[in-house]
């Protein structure tokens, strides 16, 4: 833990909404009115002890036999079974993205280095639903239009926020991939090429010709609070690890100011992709 909080969980799982933690909490009030513990519960409802805990605490939203079992025990009045219908989880994020995705809402400056694949606030809906598709495990449909939604909604911090200052480092090796295909590769550097024209965006291309530099250790974010107050957010495969700590941000600061300066400038890093989608 990097002073601050490692957030780990399910990079699916979308966080848990006001309606999920209401449910789970009157489930818990009527086990612990029934006298019953939550591994005994778990055996009445069929369901281990950890299932139980989820849903008290909105982690989980309740199968339909849960819910029904979970009535007979607790007398068939109906309640569950109608306040089940109301469920909603938060959709389109995943809960251990969303501290870091409603502090980019009030950031005054944002840095992001990617290194896997194009940024989620970049990302154009074709590029988006071919890394969607590709998920494991798969997503339903309905999924992938949460994801989707959630994303385009996120995407118009760019031009709603003019004042905050934007900078992009993308490795070349993302555009040559041609994730989805050349269509939609070509559509993804027009739409890029379109958003580095905005007063409050940077965008630069890390070459594959430079080799090493400072960045090689993985992605990084880092933000600049109204506060004037720095934060950085790394990602992994399956969670992410929020860092407040100083002398942990002005090694990442130093890393990302070395990075620019490796990277190909605004006017060279446009210059590339016209070039690369001219190949496409």
């Known amino acids: 833990m990097v002073d601050g909080v490692v957030g780990t969980g399910t990079a699916g799982e979308p966080e848990s909404s006001d ?25 009445l409802v069929r369901f281990s002890k950890h299932t139980v805990a989820s849903v008290e605490l909105g982690r989980r ?8 079992r979970a009535e007979e025990v607790f007398g068939r009045t109906g309640a569950l ?4 219908g109301c469920l909603e989880r938060q959709p389109g994020l995943a809960a251990w993205f969303r501290r870091w995705a409603a502090l ?15 940024p989620g606030l970049l990302q154009t809906e074709a590029y988006a639903r071919a890394l969607f598709a590709n998920q494991l495990p798969p997503l ?10 959630a994303r385009a909604e996120r995407q118009k911090l760019l031009k709603g926020r ?13 555009f040559l991939r041609c994730l ?26 890390m070459p594959v010709a430079q080799g090493a530099h400072a960045g090689l250790a993985g992605p990084m974010q880092l933000l600049e609070t109204p506060e004037n107050r720095w934060l950085a957010y ?28 490796q990277a190909l400038s605004l006017e060279d890093s446009l210059s590339l992709l016209q070039r690369m989608r001219g190949n496409l």
């Open 19 to 43: 309606s999920l933690r209401t449910f789970g909490a009157v489930v818990q009030g009527l086990r612990e009115h029934a006298g019953l513990s939550r591994e005994e519960f778990g055996e």
């Open 61 to 68: 939203m309740p199968d339909a036999e849960f819910v029904q």
């Open 81 to 84: 079974r109608r306040a089940a």
């Open 104 to 118: 980019e809402q009030a950031a005054i400056t944002l840095y992001t280095y990617e290194c896997r694949m194009i």
């Open 140 to 149: 339903d449909d309905g999924q992938i239009e949460e994801r989707w939604a």
């Open 162 to 174: 003019p004042n905050t200052a934007f900078s992009f480092i993308l490795e070349e090796h993302l």
């Open 180 to 205: 989805g295909g050349g269509e939609v590769t070509r559509e993804l550097v027009d739409h890029l090429q379109e958003i580095a024209e905005l007063r409050n965006v940077e965008v630069q291309i």
């Open 234 to 261: 790394n990602e992994g495969q399956r969670g992410g690890q929020f860092i407040s700590d100083p002398k942990e941000i002005s090694v990442l600061h130093r890393r990302y100011a070395r990075m620019r300066s």
